[in-house]
């Protein structure tokens, strides 16, 4: 089967990631020294990220500068159905510091009755909240998750959710030396190695419910589809090209995401909830 990859609509949302990069740019954040009981390593050991047993300390100040910078490039950019209005922006300038924290917290958490609760009181829809919000809190959690990633062994992480904060991968990686599979956090950066065998969503060894499906003019992308959980993961396979930014390629492989969910799959959730 053919699978385009090209998308007249990623330009914009190209964009709007560029302009988020530039964001983290101008983020003069330098993440404390953060120690790791032998309580949380255990805890972690067991399949508890990191995330729901530390935070890192967000100063409210900061966090509301960044999610101004991102609310405006969602503005300017459009990259998705639910756009921030002036009104709405101009209501996240007029947060107080109490409530800027409050929102910071909830964010980093990704608590998502927090915010709901803030969504309401924004008068603003739950969806686009949680856009601007987990933009907002990447740059943290990414420079959290660095700190922290050289005290763990991620070779003893065999969970199917980020180890650092617990999101779901949005993609993966087949490694050009051995074609490991290393999935892919994009709300932290993290990478960790998981069985070449299986579905990280549901964990089902199934081998008669996974299938792939690889685009012929494109032989490096992959969409591996679960038919026990009907969900899909878009992979890489740098055994066919060089190494990769998987959050770029994210973007490229939007028909992916498109062609598997006419066919009834959905994108992989499996979060853990901090």
């Known amino acids: 089967m053919q699978v385009p990859v090209k998308d007249s609509n990623v330009s914009n949302l190209?964009?709007?990631?560029l302009e988020l990069l530039e964001i983290?740019?101008?983020?003069?954040?330098?993440?404390?020294?953060?120690?790791?009981?032998?309580?949380?390593?255990?805890?972690?050991?067991?399949?508890?990220?990191?995330?729901?047993?530390?935070?890192?300390?967000?100063?409210?100040e900061l966090f509301h500068e960044i999610l101004l910078d991102v609310a405006r490039?969602?503005?300017?950019?459009?990259?998705?159905?639910?756009v921030p209005s002036k009104d709405i922006i101009s209501k996240?300038?007029?947060?107080?510091?109490?409530?800027?924290?409050?929102?910071?917290?909830?964010?980093?958490?990704?608590?998502?009755?927090?915010?709901k609760k803030w969504a309401k009181k924004l008068e603003i829809s739950k969806d686009l909240l949680e856009f601007l919000?987990?933009?907002s809190s990447r740059p943290f959690l990414q420079i959290f998750a660095s700190e922290v990633l050289a005290k763990l062994d991620l070779n003893k992480w065999?969970?199917?959710?980020?180890?650092?904060?617990?999101?779901?991968?949005?993609?993966?990686?087949?490694?050009?030396?051995?074609?490991?599979?290393?999935?892919?956090?994009?709300?932290?950066?993290?990478?960790?190695?998981y069985s070449r065998i299986g579905c990280p969503f549901c964990e089902s060894k199934d081998s008669a419910k996974i299938s792939f499906i690889r685009s012929e003019d494109y032989k490096q992308y992959r969409l591996y589809l679960c038919d026990e959980c009907k969900s899909y993961l878009k992979t890489v396979d740098e055994r066919e090209c060089s190494e990769t930014d998987l959050f770029c390629e994210d973007l490229a492989t939007m028909e992916f995401d498109r062609l598997a969910i006419s066919e009834?799959?959905?994108?992989?959730?499996n979060r853990y909830y901090v």
């Open 14 to 17: 190209a964009n709007f990631h």
């Open 158 to 193: 065999t969970k199917g959710y980020c180890p650092i904060c617990g999101s779901s991968p949005v993609m993966a990686r087949l490694t050009k030396d051995k074609g490991v599979r290393k999935l892919y956090c994009s709300c932290c950066e993290t990478e960790w190695r």
């Open 264 to 269: 009834g799959y959905q994108r992989g959730s």
């Open 133 to 135: 919000t987990l933009n």
């Open 92 to 115: 996240i300038e007029k947060s107080n510091e109490k409530e800027i924290q409050s929102l910071a917290n909830a964010a980093i958490k990704n608590s998502r009755n927090d915010i």
């Open 24 to 60: 983290k740019d101008k983020l003069n954040f330098v993440s404390p020294s953060v120690d790791i009981s032998s309580e949380v390593k255990n805890k972690w050991l067991e399949g508890t990220p990191i995330l729901a047993e530390l935070q890192p300390i967000v100063e409210a």
């Open 73 to 82: 490039a969602c503005q300017k950019w459009q990259p998705g159905p639910n």
